[in-house]
């Protein structure tokens, strides 16, 4: 689809909620919306092999590996309303580690798309044992939903959680908690 049609999509949207498409506030907004959703939706565009690509055997450990308190932004699809929190990595390498910017474009490639929490918490944690091979990862997601806050239920403290448990994680009472007291502190 070329730009040109997305923006008498916009448009059209702007008569049906009964809006005047020609006023000035409005005039540059299809372009606008159409230049957002190229950084929105860039996930698509991403590939999580490549992302992953970076590892390194020199230094490499036989110990847990966290990233917390990663910032993510994506958009439900089922309401196309934005949800954002934070995300948690951990992983137990296998002889290799990888750059720790790559968890984090990781996350981004994945939150860049239409999704829903649960779904984009598997995707990471499956991602990476795929690419990684490491003997368990972990990745905990926390997160406000537009959708409950601004319609439906319209409830504006609720924080969904969602885990995702691959590995040793999976397996090993004392492998979680140790994570679960790393992202507390």
């Not at 070329?2 to 909620?17: G, N, P, V, W």
């Not at 939903?145 to 924080?159: A, D, F, I, P, Y």
Request: a neutral charge; charged letters at 25%.
């Amino acid at each position: 689809m070329k730009q040109e049609e997305m923006f008498h999509y916009i448009e059209s949207f702007f008569d049906y909620i009964g809006d005047d498409k020609s006023r000035e506030g409005l005039l540059k907004t299809p372009e606008r919306v159409v230049k957002s959703w190229e950084k929105l939706f860039g996930g698509y565009h991403e590939n999580p092999e490549k992302i992953l690509n970076a590892v390194f055997e020199q230094g490499a450990c036989d110990e847990m590996v966290v990233l917390k308190n990663i910032e993510f932004y994506s958009m439900c699809e089922h309401h196309l309303l934005p949800f954002f929190g934070i995300i948690h990595i951990g992983y137990i390498p296998n002889k290799r580690v990888v750059g720790i910017s790559k968890l984090a474009r990781l996350v981004e490639t994945f939150a860049r798309r239409l999704q829903i929490q649960e779904q984009m918490t598997a995707q990471i944690a499956d991602t990476l044992m795929q690419f990684l091979a490491p003997k368990g990862v972990m990745v905990v997601a926390e997160a406000k939903h537009m959708c409950m806050l601004m319609r439906g239920v319209e409830k504006q403290n609720s924080t969904m959680i969602t885990s995702a448990l691959r590995g040793r994680f999976k397996s090993d009472a004392k492998t979680r908690e140790e994570f679960m007291g790393h992202i507390r502190n």
